[in-house]
C-alpha cells in the first residue's frame, strides 16, 4: 500500500497514474486517513485535468487552438484536490 500526505493546499501529488487495484493510503492535513483505489484516483485526476482546461480554454488535449497554431501548455496536472470521502464515487 502507498502512503500520499495531502498539502496545505489540499491537494495530493499525482505524477502517473495508478494501477486500479493498487491501495492508495492518503493523509489528510488534519491527521484523518482514507484509502483510494488507484482507479478512484485516476478518475479525480481525470476531473482535475478536465477543469484545468475549461479554465484555460484548451481543447481535450491540452492544446490553445485559438492563437493561429496549436500550442501545448501544461498538458497534464500534478496536483489533484482531494478531502475525505472522495474515495467513493458520488452517485449522480
Known sequence: MMNLQQDSDGNIRMRAIYPKTVRVNVIFTDG??????????NELRAEANAAYRLANELDAKGFDRNKGKPLA????????????????????
Request: proline residues 7%.
Open 32 to 41: 484523518t486517513q482514507e484509502e483510494f483505489t488507484g482507479q478512484r484516483l
Open 73 to 92: 501548455r501544461n498538458k497534464i496536472v500534478e496536483f489533484v484536490p482531494v478531502r475525505p470521502g472522495m474515495s467513493k464515487r458520488s452517485k449522480k
